[in-house]
């Protein structure tokens, strides 16, 4: 296992503070489950990135962190903090697979062929 792009350690850092938030925050009903299966779900795709290094993982944080943004208002969390703690950790999710995407060579190479070389 090796660590290829810092993004994905903080991602991990972001996954477990989301499966401890609801206890530090003191949520209660669905915010416990929702945030701690989003949060389980960021510390896969960190961990996958370790072991499989490929951008495809970014594109799954992305997902992730849309879902952590959205939650809240279609759920209908009642905490503020709640709320806040998954609108941040999803942004915070999907700067850092942005940021890991923009920086990423084979990612790169791959969109550069695909869209500056067009197939004849």
Same mark, same amino acid.
Do not use: K, N
């Given at each position: ?42 510390? @896969?795709?960190a961990v996958?990135g370790f072991?499989?290094?490929?951008? @495809? ?20 969390y009642e ?15 999907? @700067? ?25």
């Open positions: 296992m090796r660590i290829q792009h810092w993004q994905d350690v903080a991602s991990l850092v972001v996954g477990v503070w989301l499966v401890v938030s609801p206890f530090a925050l003191g949520m209660a009903g669905a915010e416990v489950v929702i945030t701690i299966a989003l949060g389980l779900c960021v510390i @896969l795709f996958e072991v499989i290094p490929s951008y @495809l993982e970014e594109w799954g944080e992305i997902l992730i962190g849309l879902a952590l943004v959205a939650v809240p208002w279609t759920v209908g905490s503020v903090s709640a709320t806040a703690s998954s609108v941040a950790s999803g942004i915070l999710v999907i @700067l850092l697979a942005a940021w890991e995407l923009a920086t990423d060579r084979d990612f790169s190479t791959w969109w550069h062929d695909r869209w500056h070389h067009p197939a004849s």
